[in-house]
């Protein structure tokens, strides 16, 4: 059963910084363009930023550009978010997902993990 699992979130005052992980499980995701998605309250989910399978390309949001930093590591088959100059409007729960190879679908989601960045 593949599996996705996220850590590392938590209480950081505005300014702050943390750095989520990823773990894979069950299978290998190393061939997979992996994202990163987060959903505040009463929001819809947003699209956060991604990587692609080798580490080459990332792609992030307007909103996180600048300040949030996805990197990799298949050795381990871990995907990391670094998030630096929190701001408040940063707080929500983070999900991790791995699309499928050779389309656009995240497929495999985490149960994701909570920030919450205060003033």
């Known amino acids: 059963q593949a599996q996705l699992v996220e850590s590392g979130g938590g209480l950081v005052q505005a300014g702050g910084s943390l750095r989520l992980s990823c773990a894979a499980s069950g299978r290998t995701f190393s061939r997979n363009t992996m994202g990163w998605f987060r959903q505040a309250p009463g929001k819809e989910r947003e699209f956060v930023g991604a990587?692609?399978?080798?580490?080459?390309?990332?792609y992030y949001a307007d909103s996180v550009k600048g300040r949030f930093t996805i990197s990799r590591d298949n050795t381990k088959n871990t995907v990391y978010l670094q998030m630096n100059s929190l701001k408040p409007e940063d707080t929500a729960v983070y999900h991790c997902?791995?699309?499928?190879?050779?389309?656009?679908?995240?497929?495999?989601w985490g149960q994701g993990t909570l920030v919450t960045v205060s003033e």
């Open positions: 990587i692609t399978w080798s580490g080459d390309y990332t």
């Open positions: 997902a791995a699309r499928l190879v050779g389309t656009t679908q995240f497929e495999y």
